[in-house]
């Protein structure tokens, strides 16, 4: 590069010409910027320069030597987009958020909503009393899977420029006003959001958010991960499902149905564990279908391929499985086929290892009402005869169920029942490779045919020797790895599942081996476990096309601040592109390549300042007080997006 002046002659890439990329993740207000990363995506503009390539210039990890930092969403990354004409725009990166929860945003009509505020089925505030005179309605400090996309003839007021729509649904909130814990206690909000997209920028604004009303899908369990279908609609989670033959003693599960139906026993554990689909409408509101024939499984990140039928499935769940549903048609999850991987000799953490083959139990064909009807009238004792302790008695089969041994056998023919409501323990009994721990996002690089999934650890279940290793699983490894990787499974057409039957998919994971092994270390000056240079915990995964890039979000309780990474999959360059707030995880990531020419990144965080004395004993003293001043007494969380500020335009020599 010979000239870093900005130029307006026709061989610099005008502004309008590079790559919208903006962003949505959560952190302290940073300010309103002037613009967002206005890059262009399809090539367009007056001299025809045309986007070739995109390159993040990472950042240093931020240190107690300035604490803010630590405390806050901190981008200090930037970004480098070259041009077919010899030009090249540099981008220093910020964030700009939407909201953080529990402030109260415009509802559309006038009037004004609380963000991340949890409601029972009946759409009535549930309320904190933990505190006597401080009584408030729940809201989340956990925003997480979000989507991003556009709806045909929208009819929104208050809109300026485009009309652009989020789906964000929030995973749960951490505690109450007491100090007591609310995991899982309290039913997930999904909200569509209504955006004003600047036709000049890109910048988005709030315009509307709006409650998604979940009455009719009994209520959701733990949101986590979500997708963007390719027939745009937001692909939510439900995962943890509720261990239903035990759920009337789970004290958990007995306070999650109090909070959403009034009574501890009205929730029925078969409804969830599903597989939740948001349908945005023109008018900013948006409807659930709760699919039920994807397997009930720890759903987190699903991924629907470019044939519009087959979904790869994380399962965050120890002893859990590598699951593929295949639908009968296309754009429609309402009936399908469930397969649960079988793999053969050579799984390695080695990246140079070639890996291991998948073959595919195919277990069982329905639709989703068949399985729900199931879930109305059946009873666990009805499907399957479950213990937790050995009863001596050859015709059950024992297996490890989210680490603890199980004793199973199942009812004459319940196997369709078994096969969608008791999916784990169905998928043992099939000899399926039930090894894997938390198995958490995936996503798809559709030209090179490859998916990838987060290990956010490789341990427990996986490692030789332990309680819940099955050496039949050939899912093995020699000794933990508590920082986990990135997987990479090759995709092919033409496979036939483990009882000679085809299957009709064209993308079928084949082989799975190591791509992106973090690194265990000895604590650190400022007390990380794992190398900080290097991905931990990853979590949510998101692959842009047009970038090239793999987007990592960690989940790591061993890296003091988490990071959302960014891996060239061609140069092989990672690099750090934002921190998130200490003691809290980067979710929520999602990758649009386009909308209305503009491109979009989004990451959210969750639990800012949710400390571990193993891990942040040398800098909680420090960073409680300010996280506590930034985010609402650590209740809150916030929701936006990446920008960026032009730095610099150049001409290559």
Known sequence: MTDLTPSSGPAVASRRQILKFLGAAPVLPLGTLTSALSLSACGGGNDGAKFT?????GMAAPT???????AKTYVASSLDVAFDNNTVRSYKLAYQPFFMTGDMVPNGNGGTILAGGYVDINNQPIIDKSVAGKERQFFSDSPDGTSLLTVANPTVAGVKGNTVFAVVQFEYTTRDQAGNSTYGVLPSPIAVLTLDQDKNTGKLSLVKYHNVDMSSAHGLWITCGASLSPWGTHLSSEEYEPDAPFASTNAQFKAYSKNVFGSETAANPYHYGHLPEITVKADGTGSVKKHYCLGRISHELVQVMPDNR???????????????????????LSAGTLYVAK??????????????????INLGHATSAEVENLANTLKPADIMTVSKTDPLDATYTKMYVDGAANWVKLKPGMEKAAAFLETHRYANLLGASMGFTKLEGTTVNIKDKIAYSALQNIQSSMVRGNAAWNANNNITVEKTINAGGVFAHNLAGGQKDTAGAAIASEWMPVQTRAFIIGEDIAADALGNL???DKVANPDNLKFSEKLRTLFIGEDSGYHVNNFLWAYNVDTKKLSRIMSIPAGGESTGLHAVDEINGWTYIMSNFQHAGDWSSSLHSKVQPTLDPLIRANYKDRFGASV??????????????
């Open 343 to 360: 793999l053969g000799a050579g799984f390695s953490v080695d990246p140079a290892a070639a890996g291991a083959p998948i073959t595919w």
């Open 530 to 532: 794992a190398n900080p």
């Open 310 to 332: 087959t979904v790869l499935m994380g399962d965050d769940y120890t002893n859990g499985g590598l699951f593929v549903f295949v639908a009968d048609k296309e754009k429609d």
């Open 64 to 70: 107690l030597a300035n604490p803010a930092d630590m």
């Open 640 to 653: 936006g997006y990446l920008t960026g500020d032009l730095t610099a335009m150049s001409v290559n020599a």
């Open 53 to 57: 390539s995109a390159t993040f210039n």
